[in-house]
């Protein structure tokens, strides 16, 4: 199964830029069957569904959107599959891609845009919403507004993506309110990587990122293991021991030049450590090389 890495794929051949421009629309249809693909998608998504059937499988489930429904899907991964319309007609969509930059702005721009009663929200990366008369209506703008096939000015693209917006602020706040809550767990989230991955070659502790990253040590341990896919010391052991190899592995070093430059304060911590990622100590490392 081929990994989609999106939008990136699909504005290959456009004047857009995937990793500089932060909002996008285009419209999409395909007439291949039904097939199941693996997706990574860099930005935030609005698919509004103009023909045929499309599923989505996410961690938590899985959600399917027809015509008379589209789908709001958060930055991550998933799976995808897409059917044509009856009668061997097209699958077809309107694809509204943003970031975390358009989507920040945009809470700044209306810090009250959503009431402060509502206080419940699902925590899912899928949100599929129902079409209404003002929906429709606005799917058709869009339409309307690539219909010439030149890409549509930027500051008309924000615009469409603000009205979408705030409206669905009015109608469906909890779920606004999730997608909210996720950008502030993406910005955490940065902060994490910003404090482990810069200090993999310093003697810090597990409660030492904890303090600089402001959170409790539990927190920082779950929230690590749902970065990372596995425990603090796991990552850092193996990471500084990939460091120490590419070391050693020039020639020039040698374990007792090297060990404080991983993060150890002794040399026999450091063997003790590199023999058990690589099974080996770190002088019978280079002498297999």
Known sequence: MRTHQIPQELLANTAANPTSDHIYICSYQSAVGSVKSRIVLSHHLFNFLLAGEKSVYYAGGRAIIDPSRFVLLSSGNCLMSEKTAAQDGPYKSILLFFDNQTLSDF??????????SCNEWQETPVFVFEKDGFLVNFIHSLSLLLSSGREPAREMQLLKFEEVMLYLCSKYPSQVLALRTSLLVADEDAEIRKAVESNIENNITVEELAFLCNISVSTFKRRFGRIYGTSPNKWMLQKRMERAAALLQS?????????????????????QSFKQVYGVTPKKYQEQI
């Open 107 to 116: 809470f700044l721009k209306h810090p009250g845009i959503i009431k402060a």
């Open 251 to 271: 020639g020039a070093t040698k374990a007792s030049d090297i060990y404080y430059r991983v993060g150890y304060e002794n040399l026999s911590s450091f063997i």
